[in-house]
């Protein structure tokens, strides 16, 4: 996470952003002070962004696109065959994440109820000696869900006041491709179990992301513009949600 916010930090200044489409290709441009544009496609969907100088044309960054479509697919089909994060076994001294904190495992075998018990910088797991590291995996999980639970709430109900809207469904689920979704018809919200080891803001950012499909479902323009409007350093938190999984990216 620090790391993170440090390259943000040094980054130029982002001056302008817009999303084109190019071969059925949702590409996102990023117009700052830079010498060279700078192709990236980002997991964990295949995400593509292009990164421009300020004079560059939207024609001129297509044609840059269109150029390199088959790497492009190339990278996407590769996150779609990358397992998302290294086997844990749910050892003690392991790192563990909990609201972007990183915290160490200590196992604790007892015949109590399985629980999980967060004190300082250790997240405790009681379970069984004969507990296998499928049913440890899964005592963590459980938690990480109870946790969200209680998080989810009241910031549904802030951005609901927010926005004046009610009605608003939601569930949890573990999801390969996404850290949410949303069907507007149902006014339904799904956020990936993910979201508890991110810090809070970026569960909030998929919130409000998932509230404004209920807005508009596509990502368009007037998407963007509200999601902007409502949360300005979006962008921020939906790439520290994707830096920690390896991005591709490439120079041109
Ligand atoms: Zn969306």
Not at 104 to 131: C, M, S, W, Y
Not at 164 to 190: E, F, Q, Y
Not at 195 to 222: G, Q, S, T, W
């Amino acid at each position: 996470m620090e790391k993170c916010r440090i390259i943000h930090d040094l980054e130029p200044k982002i001056v302008e952003t817009c999303t084109i489409e190019v071969n059925g290709l949702d590409v996102q441009i990023v117009r700052k002070d830079i010498k060279n544009l700078h192709l990236g496609v980002y997991p964990p969907d295949g995400r593509v962004r292009v990164a421009v100088p300020l004079a560059m044309s939207n024609d001129a960054v297509r044609l840059a696109v269109i150029h390199s479509l088959g790497w492009i697919k190339q990278e996407q089909a590769s996150f779609e065959a990358q397992p998302r994060q290294l086997e844990r076994e749910m050892m003690t001294s392991e790192s563990h994440y909990f609201l972007g904190k990183r915290y160490r495992l200590r196992v604790v075998t007892d015949n109590g109820p399985a629980k999980i018990v967060r004190q300082n910088a250790f997240l405790e797991l009681h379970a069984p000696a004969t507990a296998s590291m499928k049913q440890r995996q899964r005592i963590l999980q459980q938690w990480y869900r109870q946790e969200l639970k209680q998080l989810i709430p009241p910031l549904l109900l802030k951005w609901q006041g927010l926005l004046g809207i009610a009605d608003v469904h939601w569930g949890i689920r573990r999801m390969k491709t996404k850290w949410g979704s949303c069907n507007p018809t149902a006014r339904h919200i799904l956020f990936n179990l993910e979201l508890a080891k991110k810090p809070m803001h970026c569960l909030e950012y998929i919130l409000v992301h998932e509230l404004v499909h209920l807005f508009y479902r596509k990502h368009d323009k007037n998407f963007y513009a509200m999601l902007t409007r409502l949360m300005p350093k979006w962008q921020l938190y939906r790439d520290q949600l994707n830096d920690f999984i390896l991005s591709h990216e490439r120079w041109k």
